[in-house]
């Protein structure tokens, strides 16, 4: 008997991005003009950073169970600290079996559910915002319906474009802190890599193929912190981290100067599954965060300060003094609420 042929799934995936171009400007997902503004009258700004969490489900006997046992301890830790909003390095949807796929196909994907909301659905969690920038694992599919559905659907997911920035004023003296959200995946991936990992249609979607369009998003990010010279704390947040041999991808190494360059306090990243710090040094002024454990752990980079036990998944829990002028950190280790912590 004839049965009708399957569909081509990596076909339909394109052919949807095709479509959705036709109906949005793709320069309104890659960088945005419009400066997110946040004020907070605590004296303390409290706020958690978590990456590579996208699993599904509470499994025991996969990672899935290990993105709960995370999502519980953040909601513990941010219930006790009253944290104003999580910071979200990437990697958000991945993978979950045979059968499904990397990303999120549309703004209605069940994924929205299974893998975000169903999980992060303590009274805490549930409340604040995500502000997020898109992994490798979010290109392999229609990154632009995670932006869709930051503008459209749910805003605390908040991802208005690839390329963002955010001022947060808090406390009595009214600290200002500059965020810069940047998409590191076009510095990391070169044309080779794209083609091998499944991400050249969506990155030639983009432009991001043609020659200048690296230069051209090095100089936005240069642009963005020489505006914002002006706040006490300037923080730069990607997928891809910065420590040691992680640096040394495509252009990767290209963004430690002009970070050096412009005062930036510290770098947040994720992509490796781990928990690691590395404090200033002569070759990079700025303190790098990896929190990339968020449902699965993998090696660590090179060259780190302090790095979490093989196994361990959690998240990086931050807190900045209006009146010392200090930034508190600690590393949480949901496995067995182990903490590494320090102060900048």
Known sequence: MLRPAKPDLHFLIILLTLVCLCICDISDWQTTSTVHEEIYTDEDLDFL????????????????????????AMEVCADEHDSKFIVNVGDNFYKGGKYDYQGVQTVDDEKWN????????????????????????????????????????????????????????????NTTVAWIHIDTNIFFYDE??????????????????KDGAVEEKLKWIEDRLVENQDAK?????????????CAQRYKMKELIPILDRYRVTAYFAGH??????????????????????????????????????????????????????????????????DIEGGTQ
Not at 49 to 72: R, Y
Not at 192 to 209: E, H, P, R, S
Not at 233 to 245: A, C, D, R, T, Y
């Open 49 to 72: 950073i978590i990456g590579d969490w996208g699993m599904n489900g509470q499994d025991p006997t996969t990672h899935k169970f290990l993105q709960q046992s995370v999502a519980e």
């Open 114 to 173: 299974t893998i975000w909301l169903d999980v992060y659905n303590g009274k805490k969690l549930s409340s604040i915002n995500w502000y997020t920038v898109a992994g490798n694992h979010d290109w392999y599919n229609n990154v632009s319906a995670q932006i869709d559905y930051s503008l459209h659907k749910n805003s605390r997911f908040y991802l208005p474009a690839l390329f963002y920035v955010r001022r947060t004023t808090f406390g009595p003296k």
């Open 192 to 209: 080779a890599l794209q083609k091998a990992k499944g991400m050249f249609d969506n990155f030639k979607i983009m432009g991001w193929d």
């Open 233 to 245: 704390w300037i923080f730069v947040i990607g997928h891809h981290p910065l420590i040691g041999e």
């Open 272 to 337: 490796n599954h781990v928990l690691e710090f590395l404090a200033p040094t002569r070759r990079s002024r700025f303190a790098q965060f990896i929190s990339g454990a968020g449902s699965r752990t993998s090696k660590a980079c090179e060259s780190g300060d302090w790095v979490s036990a093989e196994g361990a998944v959690g998240f990086l829990h931050v807190r900045i003094s209006d009146k010392s002028g200090k930034m508190i950190f600690e590393f949480v280790d949901a496995t067995d609420s």
